[in-house]
């Protein structure tokens, strides 16, 4: 008789079970990481429009949060080992930056759209609400929010398989039978309010308050 469920999981539990599955990296795998921005990261820094910054508070509950901008205001290189990142006015939920506050360590991975390698970054991040930096990420005349700013531990690029294997940027692959944002937050989170109301927020509406409160 098959049996199925949670009992029948074969569970890996320790790092030896882990590589001898999955085997170890390349010599040059290990040693790709890097404790600085090279020029060509600096590069991708300006061209990115877009990365994901993952936080975990003191107990282990993890968040990641979405951040974009034009390219070249998402992201300011301060100096070789500090980056910030610039936060626009949101659903003020801010649990990444709850988490910062009591555990500085992020993770940072930044995307180009069309291109199936990102950029990571590692470091540890600070909130500041005010530097002179702050004009050189100003959008549409709105200066940022915050900022994040990380101080860089590890710096790589990373492969390509991840985005080649869900053919992200391919178009022709693109499928979406998930219902419309409006849809979604009239029945989990704004079951009161009418769908014309909710197409109008989730609208055009949307896209006019993106750099204001």
Wanted: proline content about 7%.
């Amino acid at each position: 008789m098959e049996t199925t469920g949670k009992s029948a999981w074969t569970e890996i539990t320790d790092v030896e079970q882990l590589e001898d599955l999955i085997g170890t990296p390349l010599q040059r795998v290990r040693d790709k990481v890097r404790p600085a921005l090279h020029e060509l990261d600096r590069a991708w820094l300006e061209a990115a429009p877009f990365c994901l910054v993952a936080t975990s508070d003191t107990d282990g509950n993890c968040d990641v949060s979405p951040k974009g901008d034009p390219a070249g205001r998402l992201a300011y290189v301060i100096d070789d080992t500090t980056i910030a990142i610039a936060e626009r006015p949101g659903n003020r939920r801010v649990d990444g930056y709850r988490n910062i506050l009591s555990n500085p360590h992020v993770g940072l991975i930044f995307l180009i759209p069309g291109r199936p390698d990102t950029l990571r970054v590692n470091g540890r991040a600070r909130l500041v609400s005010d530097a002179e930096f702050f004009d050189r990420m100003e959008v549409k005349g709105h200066r940022p929010v915050l900022a994040l700013v990380v101080e860089i531990d590890e710096v790589f690029h990373h492969c390509a398989k991840a985005f080649l294997r869900s053919r992200l940027w391919e178009p022709d692959s693109w499928q979406d039978p998930v219902p419309s944002r409006a849809e979604i937050a009239k029945q989990l989170e704004r079951p009161d309010a009418s769908m014309e109301e909710l197409a109008v927020y989730y609208g055009e509406q949307y896209r006019t308050k993106l750099y204001s409160a």
